[in-house]
């Protein structure tokens, strides 16, 4: 099991993070997510390593923009 976090910009309500959940529950090996638009925060957890770079395309497919925590 995998978890990373990212730091996205430019949410600001519940609709903002359901958009995000739906696009990053798409990629493969997404088990888990919580995502938060009052912090901002975004974490994902995955059965296997985790590639940044899918979450990161995810983000910006709903509309807003990330980069992963550190």
Known sequence: MATNE???TGMTCG???MSVREE???VAGV????VSAKTGLLEVTASDAI?????L???????????RAS
């Open 6 to 8: 990212y730091q996205v």
């Open 15 to 17: 609709h903002c993070e």
């Open 24 to 26: 990053v529950g798409q």
């Open 31 to 34: 088990e888990g997510i919580q």
């Open 51 to 55: 590639d940044d770079a899918q979450i």
């Open 57 to 67: 395309a995810a983000v910006k497919e709903a509309g807003y923009s990330a980069v």
